[in-house]
C-alpha cells in the first residue's frame, strides 16, 4: 500500500467541533470545567486540600482558566508517596481499571480510571487514528507492549473507538510480529519509534516490504527526531504519525501530530497544557522552549492538578494547515531527566540521533551514549553501528569515519566526544523503550 502524499491527503476529524473550535469558545469550556475539577480535589483528595490550604487559596477563588497559575503543582514524587491510591476522588469501587509506569524500580507511578475515563482515554486515541487517514476498515497492528504500561491498552480502546480491528500482539518476537501484519492484513502498526526502526530494517532485510498493506504507522513513548521519521517512512514505503501521551495523565492520547507535522496537537479539551521555566515556573511565550505541565480537566478517577511532566518543548496556538485549532507542542528535545550536563554543556539523546541520520546511511540510527568521570572531567563516548555497505576490516577507512562521525557529533553538540564504531547490529535493539544513555558518574 503506497505513501498517500500531502498533496493527496485528505483530511478527517473525529470531533470537528471540539478541534476547530475557535479560543474563545474553548477557553470558556475549559474555565467551566477548571472550576468544577478544582471544587472536586478539593472536596475528595486530602492531598489537595492541603496543598490549597497552605497556598491560602479555596475553590472560590478560581474563576476560570486564567486562574491556574493560583494552583499548586503536582510531580511524580506525590503520585509515589501517596501509591497506590492516595490520590484517588472517587471510591476505589468506582475504579475500572488501574496502570502503571514501565519503570522497574521502586514504586509504580499508577494511575487510576472510572468507567468514563477509560472511554475519554478510547476517544482522545479515535481521535489521532482518525487524524493518521485511519477509519472503521482499518486492521491496527498493536506492538506496544500491554500489562501495565499504557502503550498497548490505549491504542486497543483507540481502535474499539473507532470501530476498526484491533491485532493486540504486544511487544516482541520480531518476525512473528512481521508474519502477522502480513497474513492478517494490517494497515496501520504502533510501536516506539525504535521498535518502528527496527521493524522497518527487518521488513527490509526478509524482503516482504512490498506484501505489507500498511499505510501508517503511530510511535511515541520516547523522544525521536523528524531525521528518524523520515527514515522509517522511506523504507516502508509509509506515513508515520508522533503520539504523544504519559500514564499519569491518561496514557497516549493526550496529543498527537497531522499529515503537517508542525506539532502535536493537545487535545486541550481535556488536559490543559502550559510550557513553564522550569527555573521558576514562570509562563513561556508561544515559541519559547520550557517544562510541559498538565491538568486533567475531566478526568474522574485521579485528576491531577498541574502535573510537571518534566518533557521539554514549546507551544504555538495558531491555526495548523489542517484546519485545527487545537495547541501544538513541538517535538521535544528531552527530558529535564535525560538530559545530561558534559562539561557544561546541555547534551541530548535526540541530538545526537539527528546528527548521525544526516550521514547519508554511513552510519545507521542506532546508538549508545556512556558518560563517564575521569580526573575529574566528563567523557563522552558515543558507539555508533556502522551501516553494512559502509562497514570495512580497512583500517584506515573505518579511522577516517570515525574522524568525520566525531565531526559531525562535535558540531551537533557542541562537546568533543570519543566515537567508537561497531559493526551492524552490534547495539541492542529494543521492543520497548529505547536505552540511549548510560551514565557512569552516578553509580
Given at each position: 500500500m503506497a505513501k498517500v502524499l500531502l498533496q493527496d491527503w485528505k483530511e478527517q476529524y473525529r470531533d470537528k467541533k471540539i478541534e476547530c473550535m475557535s479560543r474563545d469558545e474553548m477557553s470558556a469550556l475549559q474555565s467551566e470545567r477548571l472550576v468544577k475539577q478544582v471544587k472536586n480535589v478539593y472536596e475528595n483528595v486530602s492531598?489537595?486540600?492541603?496543598?490549597?490550604?497552605?497556598?491560602?487559596?479555596?475553590?472560590?477563588?478560581?474563576?476560570?482558566?486564567?486562574?491556574?497559575?493560583?494552583?499548586?503543582?503536582?510531580?511524580?514524587?506525590?503520585?509515589?508517596?501517596?501509591?497506590p491510591f492516595g490520590l484517588l476522588a472517587v471510591p476505589r469501587e468506582k475504579i475500572a481499571r488501574v496502570q502503571g509506569t514501565s519503570g522497574t524500580t521502586g514504586k509504580l507511578t499508577l494511575a487510576a480510571y472510572t468507567e468514563k475515563?477509560?472511554?475519554?482515554?478510547?476517544?482522545?486515541?479515535?481521535?489521532?487514528?482518525?487524524?493518521?487517514?485511519l477509519t472503521s476498515e482499518d486492521r491496527i497492528h498493536v506492538c506496544y507492549g500491554y500489562g501495565l504500561f499504557t502503550g498497548g491498552m490505549g491504542l486497543d480502546l483507540g481502535a474499539q473507538a473507532l470501530g476498526a480491528m484491533a491485532i493486540p500482539m504486544s511487544s516482541g518476537n520480531t518476525k512473528r510480529q512481521l508474519m502477522c501484519m502480513e497474513d492478517f492484513g494490517a494497515t496501520a502498526f504502533g510501536c516506539t519509534p525504535?521498535?518502528?526502526?527496527?521493524l522497518a530494517e527487518a521488513a527490509k532485510e526478509a524482503g516482504i516490504v512490498d506484501r505489507l498493506q500498511i499505510k501508517a504507522s503511530?510511535?511515541?513513548?520516547?523522544?525521536?527526531?523528524?531525521?528518524?521519521?523520515?527514515?522509517?517512512?522511506?523504507?516502508?514505503?509509509?506515513?508515520?504519525?508522533?503520539?504523544?501521551?504519559?500514564?499519569?495523565?491518561?496514557?497516549?492520547g493526550v496529543a498527537m501530530d497531522c499529515i503537517h507535522h508542525k506539532g502535536l496537537h493537545v487535545?486541550?479539551?481535556?488536559?490543559?497544557?502550559?510550557?513553564?521555566?522550569?527555573?521558576?515556573?514562570?509562563?513561556?511565550?508561544?515559541?519559547?522552549t520550557g517544562e510541559l505541565v498538565f491538568t486533567t480537566l475531566t478526568k474522574e478517577g485521579m485528576p491531577l492538578l498541574r502535573y510537571r511532566t518534566k518533557d521539554l518543548?514549546?507551544?504555538?496556538?495558531?491555526?495548523?494547515?489542517?484546519?485545527?485549532?487545537?495547541?501544538?507542542?513541538?517535538?521535544?528535545?528531552g527530558r529535564t531527566d535525560d538530559m545530561k550536563v558534559i562539561r557544561g554543556v546541555n547534551v541530548f539523546p535526540t541530538q545526537v540521533e539527528a546528527a548521525l541520520l544526516s550521514m547519508g546511511g554511513q552510519v545507521a540510527p542506532h546508538y549508545l551514549l556512556i558518560v563517564d568521570r575521569e580526573?575529574?572531567?566528563?567523557?563522552?563516548?558515543?558507539?555508533?553501528?556502522?551501516?553494512?555497505?559502509?562497514?570495512?576490516d580497512e583500517i584506515r577507512k573505518m579511522e577516517a569515519l570515525k574522524e568525520k562521525v566525531g565531526a559531525v557529533l562535535k558540531q551537533a553538540l557542541g562537546v568533543s566526544v570519543r566515537?567508537?564504531?561497531?559493526?551492524?547490529k552490534t547495539i541492542q535493539r529494543s521492543e520497548g523503550k529505547a536505552k540511549r544513555v548510560i551514565d557512569n558518574r552516578n553509580l
Open positions: 492531598f489537595y486540600r492541603k496543598k490549597m490550604e497552605e497556598l491560602g487559596v479555596e475553590p472560590g477563588d478560581i474563576k476560570g482558566i486564567e486562574d491556574i497559575h493560583k494552583l499548586p503543582f503536582t510531580t511524580k514524587e506525590d503520585l509515589r508517596d501517596h501509591y475515563d477509560v472511554k475519554t482515554w478510547g476517544e482522545c486515541v479515535a481521535r489521532g487514528l482518525v487524524m493518521a487517514g525504535s521498535y518502528a526502526m527496527y503511530i510511535n511515541g513513548a520516547e523522544p525521536w527526531t523528524d531525521e528518524m521519521r523520515l527514515k522509517i517512512e522511506e523504507t516502508l514505503n509509509i506515513n508515520t504519525f508522533d503520539i504523544y501521551g504519559l500514564c499519569e495523565i491518561t496514557g497516549p487535545y486541550e479539551d481535556h488536559f490543559y497544557p502550559e510550557i513553564l521555566n522550569p527555573a521558576d515556573q514562570s509562563t513561556c511565550a508561544d515559541g519559547e518543548t514549546s507551544i504555538y496556538r495558531d491555526t495548523c494547515e489542517c484546519g485545527r485549532t487545537l495547541p501544538r507542542i513541538q517535538k521535544f528535545t580526573n575529574n572531567l566528563d567523557v563522552l563516548t558515543v558507539m555508533v553501528e556502522v551501516t553494512e555497505e559502509y562497514f570495512s566515537v567508537k564504531l561497531v559493526e551492524p
